[in-house]
Antibody
Framework: QVQLVQSGAEVKKPGASVKVSCKAS????????ISWVRQAPGQGLEWMGW????????NYAQKLQGRVTMTTDTSTSTAYMELRSLRSDDTAVYYC???????WGQGTLVTVSS | DIVMTQTPLSLSVTPGQPASISCKSS???????????LYWYLQKPGQSPQLLIY???SRFSGVPDRFSGSGSGTDFTLKISRVEAEDVGVYYC????????FGQGTKVEIK
C-alpha cells in the first residue's frame, strides 16, 4: 500500500533553516510528483509547491519563492522540503502529498521560536 | 491565483440529518482535457486530510456513499445524506487546475 512517511518534529530559531523529508513506498516513486502543504496552528491548508519526481522540475508558491527548495532522491524514494530564513509565522504542520491528490504524509510539526 | 470560497464556515448537525457545503471558485475548474479539478477533503481532529471526492463527484476508495459531490464550472457542493458522529472535522474543497488552492474549511460538529 502507498505510504508517505515524514521526518520528526523540529524546533528552530528564527533565521534558521529546516529540511523535512518524506519517504515514499508502495508505488513507483517517479510516477507521481509530490506537493507540499502546510497548516499553521488552528488555520487552514496552504499549498507550498510541487516537485516532479521524474525530472526534478519545481513550481513554488509565489509567497515562498526564494526561501523554499524542494528536492528528491530517487535512489531512496524520498522527497525533501527545505525552508530557509524561518520566521515565527512559519510554525506549522508540513505535509507531503502525492500529486494524485489521494495520499498524504502524517505531517511534521515545525516550531519556530526564540 | 484561483480563490476558493466555502460556505458555511461552520455547521452543527443532528445525527441522521443531511448536511451541505458550498464551494465557489474564482475561475472555472473545467480543463481542456474534459476533467474538472475539484476535490473534497475531510480533516478529522489530529489527522492528515483524507480525500473524499475527486473530480467533483467521484468517491475515493472506501468513502461511504452518504457522501456525494456535485457541481460544474465554478460552483460545487458536498452533501452528506445522513451525518454520523464519525463525520466530524473540517471539510476543505481544493482546486487542482492551476497549482493548488484550498477553501477556508468548514467545521462540522454534531449537535
Amino acid at each position: 500500500q502507498v505510504q508517505l512517511v515524514q521526518s520528526g518534529a523540529e524546533v528552530k530559531k528564527p533565521g534558521a533553516s529546516v529540511k523535512v523529508s518524506c519517504k515514499a513506498s508502495g508505488y513507483t516513486f517517479t510516477s507521481y510528483g509530490i506537493s507540499w502543504v502546510r497548516q499553521a496552528p488552528g488555520q487552514g491548508l496552504e499549498w507550498m509547491g510541487w516537485i516532479s519526481t521524474y525530472n526534478g522540475n519545481t513550481n513554488y508558491a509565489q509567497k515562498l519563492q526564494g526561501r523554499v527548495t524542494m528536492t528528491t532522491d530517487t535512489s531512496t524514494s524520498t522527497a525533501y522540503m527545505e525552508l530557509r530564513s524561518l520566521r515565527s509565522d512559519d510554525t506549522a504542520v508540513y505535509y507531503c502529498v502525492l500529486e494524485s491528490y489521494d495520499y498524504w504524509g502524517q505531517g511534521t510539526l515545525v516550531t519556530v521560536s526564540s | 491565483d484561483i480563490v476558493m470560497t466555502q460556505t458555511p464556515l461552520s455547521l452543527s448537525v443532528t445525527p441522521g440529518q443531511p448536511a451541505s457545503i458550498s464551494c465557489k471558485s474564482s475561475q472555472s475548474l473545467l480543463h481542456s482535457d474534459g476533467k474538472t479539478y475539484l476535490y473534497w477533503y475531510l480533516q478529522k481532529p489530529g489527522q492528515s486530510p483524507q480525500l473524499l471526492i475527486y473530480e467533483v463527484s467521484s468517491r475515493f476508495s472506501g468513502v461511504p456513499d452518504r457522501f456525494s459531490g456535485s457541481g460544474s464550472g465554478t460552483d460545487f457542493t458536498l452533501k452528506i445524506s445522513r451525518v454520523e458522529a464519525e463525520d466530524v472535522g473540517v471539510y476543505y474543497c481544493m482546486q487542482g487546475i492551476h497549482l493548488w488552492t484550498f477553501g477556508q474549511g468548514t467545521k462540522v460538529e454534531i449537535k
